[in-house]
C-alpha cells in the first residue's frame, strides 16, 4: 500500500506596496508634516456673543503663522438661538482685508448646546482636496506672496438672538 501525499500549488498573489507621497517614492526630501509628523500648536479662545452684534460682525480669534496647517477645530458653545458663524481667514490687524470669510468654517452653528464631548465641527469647510493646506494656500495665496501671519476670525452670518458664550479650539500642525 502507497501513501500518497496531497500537493498544492503555491499561488501568486500580486501586492501593492507603495510610498503615498511621490516626493518619498522618489527618494527626494519632504515635508516633515507627510513623511514623520511634526509639532502641533492648539490655540483657546471664549467669545462672548451679545444681541447687540449684528450680521458681518468679525471676532478675531487668533493669529496664526502662514505655515500653519489647520486639522480641527472644535466648537463648545452655549445655545446662543440662531447664531451662525463663518470661519475664515483674514489680514493680519483689525480692520484688515477678508482674505476667504470661510475658509475653515461655512455657517458653523451656535444654535444648539455643544459640550466637550460633542463639539461642533468648525472646519466644516474643508475637503478632501483642501484638507492638509496651509494657512497661506486657504488664503489664496502663494509661496511667493503668502503674508508672515494671518487672523483667524469667526464672522457673524445670523445675529444672536440670546447671549451667550462659546470656545473655540483650534488645533495646527507646523507645516
Known amino acids: 500500500m502507497t501513501e500518497s501525499t496531497p500537493t498544492t500549488t503555491p499561488t501568486t498573489t500580486s501586492v501593492k506596496d507603495v510610498y503615498v507621497n511621490e516626493r518619498i517614492a522618489q527618494d527626494k526630501l519632504a515635508e516633515s508634516v507627510n513623511v514623520s509628523g511634526n509639532k ?25 503663522g502662514a505655515n500653519l496647517i489647520p ?5 463648545i458653545t452655549e445655545a446662543i438661538t440662531a447664531a451662525t458663524a463663518d470661519l475664515g481667514i483674514y489680514e493680519e490687524g483689525i480692520g ?25 465641527n468648525g472646519l466644516n469647510a474643508l475637503t478632501v482636496e483642501t484638507y492638509g493646506k496651509k494657512v497661506y494656500e486657504l488664503a489664496g495665496h502663494n509661496v511667493g506672496d503668502k503674508d508672515a501671519g494671518y487672523d483667524i476670525a469667526l464672522t457673524l452670518k445670523t445675529a444672536a438672538t440670546k447671549a451667550g458664550t462659546a470656545i473655540i479650539v483650534a488645533d495646527f500642525v507646523q507645516g
Request: glycine share 8%; proline share 2%.
Open 40 to 64: 502641533t500648536v492648539t490655540m483657546i479662545q471664549k467669545v462672548a456673543f451679545n444681541t447687540e452684534d449684528t450680521a458681518n460682525t468679525i471676532y478675531r480669534l487668533f493669529k496664526a
Open 71 to 75: 486639522v480641527s477645530v472644535k466648537v
Open 96 to 120: 484688515g482685508k477678508v482674505y476667504d470669510a470661510d475658509a475653515l468654517g461655512a455657517a458653523v452653528s451656535f444654535a444648539t448646546a455643544a459640550g466637550v464631548g460633542t463639539p461642533v
